[in-house]
């Protein structure tokens, strides 16, 4: 089944404590990108990889690091969370940029306390 | 970032109504594209537009990118209470060259709720 795992799906973390969250695709896509969604504003994306060994920032990477070493696997790291970190967080991906099989994980709940 | 402002932000309708919404940016986009998401899952893709003027449909969904390419409208036809959820428009910006090829920028959603 073609699909967008990420890990985990729940988390609560205190200030400052490093964390990564894993995302894994099984459809060989190149292109991956991770969002956060927070009330009223819409999904803003974060960062993302238009193929191996290639990332770039999008509009809110302050505070995130990622990591594309392998073609399957796209984590967002956080190496200090903070409280305004605190957010539902999506990765997604899709055969090409903007390609009609755009598929998304059932997203990351993170907590920062 | 861009910014795409997306209306109305909620829409209460009745079963069988038809339901219209759009997305407007001050700057023109290459790709539009519209998403629904449910409840506790990831957004669903519903349709992919990709030249100024294009209108496609997907079942009882029609989509237009508009002519300007700084705006595109979703129109979805006797709604059923399953159309419940939050929709979506993106767009990848026109003047997004070089590495920023792959920017994504997404509206802020419009909360529909069908009473059966």
């Known amino acids: 089944e073609a699909q967008v795992t990420q890990n985990p799906r729940y988390l609560i973390t205190v200030t400052g404590k490093k964390l990564t969250v894993t995302c894994s695709q099984n459809?060989?896509?190149?292109?991956m990108s991770w969002y956060r969604q927070d009330p009223g504003l819409g999904l803003r994306q974060i960062y993302y990889s238009m193929n191996v060994e290639v990332t770039d920032k999008g509009d809110v990477p302050e505070g995130y690091k990622v990591s594309r070493k392998e073609k399957r696997n796209f984590p967002l790291i956080l190496e200090s969370p903070s409280p305004n970190q605190t957010s539902l967080y999506f990765c997604?991906?899709?055969?090409?940029?903007?390609?009609?099989?755009?598929?998304f994980g059932q997203g990351t709940r993170l907590t920062v306390v | 970032g861009q910014q795409l402002n997306q209306s109305p932000q909620s829409m209460f309708i009745q079963e069988g109504e038809d339901v219209s919404m759009n997305c407007t940016s001050s700057s023109i986009f290459n790709t539009w594209l519209w998403y629904k998401q449910d409840p506790g899952e990831g957004p669903v893709l519903l349709i992919a537009l990709y030249k100024a003027g294009e209108l496609t449909s997907n079942g009882r969904l029609t989509a237009q990118f508009g002519i300007t390419r700084k705006d595109s409208f979703l129109n979805i036809s006797a709604s059923i209470p399953s159309d419940v959820g939050i929709y979506f428009c993106a767009g990848h910006p026109a003047n997004a060259g070089g590495t920023s090829y792959g920017k994504l920028t997404f509206g802020q959603g419009t909360i529909l709720t069908v009473h059966p």
């Open positions: 459809m060989n896509h190149e292109y």
């Open positions: 997604a991906s899709s055969l090409q940029r903007g390609g009609t099989e755009a598929f």
